[in-house]
């Protein structure tokens, strides 16, 4: 049975709450504390994935992904409502950040974040941006296999990575990475809700 991506966004919204009310108030879960381990594994490639979730590499991909578009001449309106979703993501969980103001923790490397620690900004961009970008590239259209499988090994790779980056770079706890990675997917359902009444209408 299908269920509705405006109900599955609601949800994974709710989720995102509940569990960041929960570890806000605690100290670290029993998985928070094993997924230590992680940090300093691959600090290089953890460092390179963390990159491409910055906001200048980020408008490095959207204007990659615009000018593809307009090369393959196709209407570039999927791009445009990731990249605004991905801002407004970006500022809601910035909000949510400064609303349970969870400390982040204190063994980091190669980058001190100044802002606080759930959910994680970058686990968000995974799976509101990336991942989006991914569904896109699958469901592309008459573009070459080669260019096809290249952007979905890089989107599926940064869906993946981003979140893992930011464990091996002890700047997040596991919970964190779980809420962002869920609230980045209400983000996408609620796009692709968006998107399913937008063709009901036409």
Known sequence: ???????????????????GRYVAAREPMRLDVEAVALRGVGVGPAAIFTLLGRWYCITFVIALALASALALHRMPWGVVAIALTQALSQTAAAALKRT???????YWLKWREADTSYPSGHATTASAFYLA?????WHAGGISPQLRDGALILFGACVVGLPWSRLA?????????????????GWLFALLALGEAVVRVT
Not at 133 to 137: D, E, M, Y
Request: charged fraction near 10%.
């Open 133 to 137: 970008l991914f569904l896109l590239a």
């Open 100 to 106: 349970l103001h969870r400390v982040r923790p204190d």
């Open 169 to 185: 770079l002890g700047a997040h706890y596991l919970s964190d990475i779980v809420g962002g990675w869920l609230f980045g997917l």
């Open 1 to 19: 049975m299908h269920v509705p991506y405006w109900l599955a966004s609601v949800a994974a919204f709710a989720a995102v709450v509940a569990l």
